[in-house]
C-alpha cells in the first residue's frame, strides 16, 4: 500500500464549472503526478510535481493546472470543464529507490 | 505522436497457455520499460520492469523481453491463469527524463477457464 487517497472518487460536473480533485500522500514521497486514462490512449501525463511549488507539464497539460503547497497534496484543478475531459484520473507517486510508479484508485469525472 | 505503441487491443487466451503481450516503442532514447497490470476500478500496479543493459528479466510466471535493435518489448505469461485477466499496460522513460513515464494505450487480456 502506497498510501495514496484520492478525492473525490466520482465526480459529475456541468460544462464550465471548476472543478479540483485531489492526492494525497502518506509517505513523504518527493515526485507526484497526474494522469487520465482514457479508451484508446492509455494514460497520458497531465501534470507532475518534483517537489513543493516545483511542477512541470506533461502529454496532456492544456486546460489544467496543479498547485503542491504541501509535499502530501497535489491538486488538479479544471478552471472551467469540458466534455473532453471526462475521464478517468489517476495520481501516482514514484518510488524512492526504483522508477516504478504507484497509482491510487482513480477519479471518475464526468463533465456534462 | 505515441511514442509506446500496443497494436493489439485486445488478446484472449486459454488457461494453463501462455500469454504474449507486445509493445513497440520509437523514442530511441528509453532505456526503462515496465509493465504494469490494471483491473477495472482500481489504479495500476507495477508489474516488471526491464533496464537497457539486460535483454530479459523473469519474475515468476512473468518474463519481459527486450529487443533494443526492433525497439520492441514483450511480456510472457506463463501458465496463464484466470486472475491475470486485466488491461496490461507497457511504459517507457529514458535516463534523460527519469520522471516520466510514457504509457502504451494497452492491451486487454482475457484467460478462458
Known amino acids: 500500500d502506497a498510501g495514496i487517497t484520492q478525492s473525490p472518487r466520482h465526480k459529475v460536473t456541468e460544462t464550465g464549472t471548476p472543478v479540483t480533485l485531489r492526492c494525497h500522500q502518506t509517505e513523504n514521497h518527493r515526485y507526484m503526478y497526474w494522469y487520465r486514462q482514457d479508451p484508446g490512449h492509455g494514460l497520458r501525463l497531465i501534470h507532475y510535481?518534483?517537489?513543493?511549488?516545483?511542477?512541470d507539464k506533461g502529454e496532456v497539460s492544456d486546460g489544467y493546472s496543479v498547485s503542491r503547497s504541501k509535499t502530501e497534496d497535489f491538486l488538479l484543478t479544471l478552471e472551467s470543464a469540458t466534455s473532453s475531459q471526462t475521464s478517468v484520473y489517476f495520481c501516482?507517486?514514484?518510488?524512492?529507490?526504483?522508477?516504478?510508479?504507484?497509482f491510487g484508485e482513480g477519479s471518475r469525472l464526468t463533465v456534462l | 505522436d505515441q511514442q509506446v505503441k500496443q497494436n493489439s487491443p485486445s488478446l484472449s487466451v486459454q488457461e494453463g497457455r501462455i500469454s504474449i503481450l507486445n509493445c513497440d516503442y520509437t523514442?530511441?532514447?528509453?532505456?526503462?520499460f515496465l509493465w504494469y497490470k490494471k483491473y477495472p476500478a482500481e489504479g495500476p500496479t507495477f508489474l516488471i520492469s526491464?533496464?537497457?543493459?539486460?535483454d530479459k528479466n523473469e519474475d515468476g510466471r512473468f518474463t519481459v523481453f527486450l529487443n533494443k535493435s526492433a525497439k520492441h518489448l514483450s511480456l510472457h505469461i506463463v501458465p496463464s491463469q484466470p486472475g491475470d485477466s486485466a488491461v496490461y499496460f507497457c511504459?517507457?522513460?529514458?535516463?534523460?527524463?527519469?520522471?516520466?513515464?510514457?504509457f502504451g494505450t494497452g492491451t486487454l487480456l482475457a484467460v478462458q477457464p
Open positions: 510535481s518534483y517537489g513543493v511549488k516545483d511542477t
Open positions: 511504459a517507457a522513460s529514458s535516463s534523460g527524463a527519469t520522471n516520466k513515464l510514457i
Open positions: 501516482a507517486i514514484k518510488g524512492r529507490n526504483t522508477g516504478e510508479l504507484f
Open positions: 523514442n530511441s532514447m528509453f532505456d526503462y
Open positions: 526491464i533496464s537497457s543493459i539486460k
